[in-house]
Structures are given as C-alpha cells and as structure tokens.
C-alpha cells in the first residue's frame, strides 16, 4: 500500500517507543519503575466522577455536540479565567473545547500554517509543537532553553528574516520538559515580538496549577494585547488525574479559535456534551483537590531531589511542573543514560533528546510515581552506577 509521505518526516512518538519498551520488560517479569511518561498515578477524585456518572445518565448529552462547545463549559472557563488570572473571556468567541490540549496544538498547526511556511519552537518542548508543524509541511525553527536564560528562549537569536517569515510562536510555562517558570516580564517580551512580526503565539498552559513553594503561574493572556496575538490552551489532565478522559480548552484569540473551528467542524464533531459539562462542574470548584495534589508532588519533588544529591546531583527543585530536568552523568549521551537505567536498575527516565536536539545532556524524571518507589528508583540508578 502507498501512504502518506507526511508521515516520512515524522519521528516515531517518544513515549510510544517507551510504552513498548516497559510492556516488554513486564511480561519478562521485571519490577519496572517509570519515571518517564507524566501520567498521574493517582486515580480522578470520586467527586468528579460521581458528576460524570450524573452527565452520562442525563440524556440531554446524547445527542452530536457542537464544535464551539456548551455554553455552561466556556462561562465556567471564563469565570475561572477572571478568578485565577484577572482574565477577560469572552464564552461565545474567545473558548473553544478541546479533547486534551495535545489535540488542540496538532490541530492549531493546520489552522495557521502551510507547506514551507516557519514556526518557532522550543528546544527542548514539548515533541507536539514540532510534530504538528512538520505534519503540515512547514520549517521547524528550533529557539534553544538554555539553562543560564532559565530556560526561556532568546527571541533575539532569531534573524529579522527568520522572524518576517515565522507564523507562529510556540511556549509553554511552567514547561514541560524543563520545569522552568515565568518569573519575569518574559510574556510581555513575547507580545511585542508578536505583534512587530505579525506572529500567533500558542501558550501551553498545561501546569499552571501544579505550582510549588509559593510560586502562583500567570497566564499568558494576562499581559495586555497578548489576546491580540495568542490563544492559550488549558488541560484538565495533570491537576485533577484526567489524563484518560481527553478534555481542555483553548482561550484568547477568537481569529485564532474560528480558524481552528472551521478546521475541527472538518475533522470531529465536537466533544461528548457529558465531559463538557463535568468539566464546567470542575472549574466552578471546589479546588481542594488540587491543593492536595500541589502537596502530593511538592513532597515526591523533595524526596526525588534528596535522593538526587545522594548521589552527588545537586538538582534546583523546580517551582513548578510534575517533573525534574537532570543533567546526566559524565560519559553519557542522554539515550545512553536512558538505555543503562532501563537495563541495569529498571528504571524508566525519558531521553532529553526526546524533546528535542537541545535535551542532549539531561533527562527528565516525572513525579508520577509513590514517594517510596521514587526513592527506590534512585537507589538502584545510584548502584548500577557502582557509586
Ligand atoms: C506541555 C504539555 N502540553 C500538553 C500536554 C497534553 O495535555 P492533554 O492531556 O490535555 O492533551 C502535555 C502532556 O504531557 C504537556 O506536557
């Protein structure tokens, strides 16, 4: 059969590598510990899905939903968006319902680029950004974190030429991989790069919630003109363990949102009317719960990173994110690192090179994963290194 030569340039998706590669070492019986994939090991609390069970007997939700969403999922967005980030929304032109946010920045990628056309991507990032714009046939222009920038990226390094040509911007904070957060006037930066250059900005606002020692995300929507240039893309995933359940939005630019729309009316036919609504539930609160997850992670970050300088790595512990960003020991690549773990301590930790050319030298631990095999973890890493 012939297919689609898309999909030649397309590298295979990291953590379905990685899945395949644990499946196989547990049916050989090996106790395998992931550090890898940041899929929340803990179950969705009981209250939302006690809410899901009451959405999915009402049958009200049965029917083809629209693609804009109901009306009772973008108020909440907005009135939460108002309450946790001084935000104005607009629930009719300025949200759209997402199936998880990952959906969301694919599909983004075919509502503003085109073949040949440039996007600016993080390196590291998150591999959406730059799988979505290779799938449409546009130029990957990677804008390298570097630690000693905090992990921001330097918009000067890109040339006039490459900013006249770029379409759009991607970022993420707190970001994945890094676990690096705003604590400047990074965001504001990025508004007037936007707008002299005629870009779209596309901020991952994945993590905002898992947020430590007092460190409080803001949106980026929070700096003004930025809903001139941008969307932001919330995920209900991370801080109430929904990963299964596909479910988030986008907010800001309503060019933006309507051009997605057109594309999504094409593609699906909106997202069931039950998680809407269950979603609305969520974000109209309470939040207890995440609190208790902001504890959860801010205490596994601790024993993860005492583990760590056991073992001689004297890793800062991130503000924020569900993961730590480590350099990996002399004499390794990263994959190096990543295959000696897995084949001497059974340990699964993710390849910085995963996220791009620039992970080369780190490799991501996510605390998604009980205190006590966390601390395990870095017990066996530290004797598969004879340390
Ligand atoms: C930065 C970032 N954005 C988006 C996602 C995907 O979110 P969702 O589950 O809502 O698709 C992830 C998941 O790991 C992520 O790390």
Redesign the pocket.
Known sequence: MRFSRRLDNLAPYLFAEMERKIAEKRAGGVDVISLGI?DPDLPTPGYIVEEMQRQVADAQNDRYPSNWGVGEFGQAAASFYKRRFGVDIDPAKEFFP?M????G?AHVCWAILDAGDLALVPDPG?P?YAGGSTMVGAEVRYLRLRPENGFLPDLDEVSEAEARRAKVLFI?YPN?PTAAVVEDDFFERVVAFAKRYDIAVIH?N??SELTYDGYVAPSFLSVPGAKDVGVE?F????PFNM?GW???FAVGNREILAHLWRLKTNIDSGMFDAVQRTSAFILNGPWDFVDEMRAVYRRRRDVLADALLSVGVDAPKPKGTIYMWIPVPEGYTSAAFSDHVLEQAAVIVTPGTGYGPAGEGFVRLSLTTPDDRIAEAVARIKASLKL
């Open positions: 940041g997402l998880g946010a990952k959906e920045l998150y959406v993420g994945n991952d994945a993590y893309f995920s209900f995933s991370k990963t596909r479910t988030g």
